[in-house]
Every structure is written in C-alpha cells, then in structure tokens.
C-alpha cells in the first residue's frame, strides 16, 4: 500500500464515523427518551378533576404509591390506597370494579410517572377506560399537584 492510499482510507474511515456519529447524537436523545417516557397516551385529568369525580363516584381513584409515601402526604380524599408494587395488583383492581374492566378508573402516583407507566400496563391486561391524574400527589410539569392544590387528605394507617 502506498501512502496516499493509507492517508484516503484514513481519511474515509473518519469521515464515515463522524457521519455516524452525528447522526446518532441526532437520534440518541429521542430514543434515550423514548425509553424514559411511559408510553400512555390515554385520557389524563386534573387533580382538581379527579377529586370531584371521585367524590361524586363518577371515578374510581386509586393511589398507586407506596405505603410510606400514604404515611407521608395521607392519601387524597376519594382516593383508594393500592400499592403498585403488589404482585395481584391488576387482580386486586379488578375486585375493587367489580369485574368490570370497563369501570373509569383513575391513578395517581406522587409526580405521574408511574400513573403513566401503569396507566398503559393495565389497558393492556384490557382495562378500557383507564385515566391517567399526571400532576400527582406532589405535583409535575402537568400542574401542582394535589397538595399543592390544597385538596383534602386523610390520614394513612395500615388498617384502612
């Protein structure tokens, strides 16, 4: 090999990995965040909505947060406290609507990510009305939350 045949392939090689490296930092951060992103694109409502609706019983709510974040903040008024993490949850949601998959059922979390997350793996076990509250209990770029919207709470203990 010559050395302007070593110098053009040089020359190539970089050429074809700086292409492929602006085109990945192009695509990257859309894929990266793709992955963070639950991918729920169902109905959503305010706090402020789904506390009236749930007092009214127009809506099921259910906190999905954990038993120490319900110790901490208290559990919305209207809301029904069930851990997300539970192995029967999807068969303990099913109990509480009675069988009816096509119940209104809305889910709050602390800050909506895992709402949204759950959101979507409960309309694929066939749950047809599912409604996301994305501000949550603490608030999210959705709005302030439910504290932060001076909604009434009561108090959390394992009993209830």
């Known amino acids: 090999m010559t050395p302007r045949r070593i110098v053009l392939g040089l020359v190539a090689t ?3 990995v700086v292409g492929a490296g602006a085109i990945w930092m192009t695509l990257a951060p859309v894929s ?9 694109t169902g109905k959503d409502i305010t706090v402020t909505e789904a506390h009236q609706r749930a007092v009214d019983g127009d809506i099921i709510l259910i906190d ?18 069930l851990d997300m993490r539970r192995d029967d949850f999807v068969e303990e949601l099913t109990k509480i609507v009675g069988g009816k998959l ?13 709402s949204a ?15 996301d509250v994305p ?5 999210s770029r959705a709005g302030p939350g439910w ?4 909604l009434p709470t009561r108090s959390y203990d394992e009993e209830s």
């Open 14 to 16: 970089l050429a074809l």
């Open 32 to 40: 990266f965040w793709a992955m963070l992103t639950p991918e729920y």
């Open 64 to 81: 999905i947060r954990r038993p120490d974040e319900w110790k901490k903040t208290g559990v919305g008024e209207g809301a029904q406290p």
């Open 102 to 114: 096509d119940t209104q059922v809305a889910l709050m979390c602390a800050r909506g990510v895992r």
């Open 117 to 131: 997350k759950m959101s979507k793996k409960l309309t694929e076990a066939g749950f047809t009305r599912i409604i």
């Open 135 to 139: 501000e949550g209990m603490l608030g």
């Open 147 to 150: 504290l932060g919207s001076d």
